[in-house]
């Protein structure tokens, strides 16, 4: 009996070790590809300062704003060959035809996911909204600029 049940184990495990599953993980290979793709329309575009050497770029998410996309992406640029490295961080927000929508410093309130049209940030952040400083935690997008800020937990608002 004990061998009978050891013999339908390895029956009932092969196939299972044979499945795959189809949330296969993009390639290292297309992932750096997509990264060069980006920081050379970056470049082209006039969105990275040319004193500066891209040290981060990620893509942090897409924005669905009156049913067009907008690509978010976190953006660390140091100054070019300091042996201290300084540098500023950005968020960055592109169109779907690749021009600049908005391009905003930060210290480290970092970008961490976009639900509708606001970007949710690490931490309170201050943005010039016409000619007021407003603070909160996540960026409000419209098609044409960042229209303000949000405040999404009690523990961020000011």
């Not at 690749?98 to 930060?106: E, I, M, N, P, T």
């Not at 970008?111 to 201050?126: E, W, Y």
Request: glycine share 8%.
């Amino acid at each position: 009996m004990a061998k009978f049940s050891f013999m339908a184990m390895i029956v009932i495990v092969l196939p299972l070790s044979s499945i795959t599953f189809g949330c296969a993980a993009p390639s290292i290979r297309d992932l750096e590809t997509d990264r060069v793709f980006w920081e050379h329309r970056f470049a082209t575009s006039g969105i990275l300062d040319k004193a500066t050497e891209v040290s981060h770029l990620s893509y942090v998410g897409s924005c669905d704003v009156a049913g067009t996309n907008l690509y978010v992406f976190d953006l660390r640029q140091t100054i070019a060959g300091m042996s201290a490295p300084r540098g500023m961080n950005y968020v960055v927000v592109i169109r779907e035809d690749g021009s600049l929508h908005s391009k905003v410093r930060y210290i480290d309130q970092r970008p961490l996911r976009c639900s509708g049209n606001q970007v949710a940030l690490f931490g309170n952040l201050d943005v010039l909204i016409g000619e007021e400083y407003r603070s909160g935690d996540a960026l409000v997008l419209n098609e044409k600029e960042i229209v303000g800020v949000a405040s999404t937990s009690p523990q961020t608002a000011r």
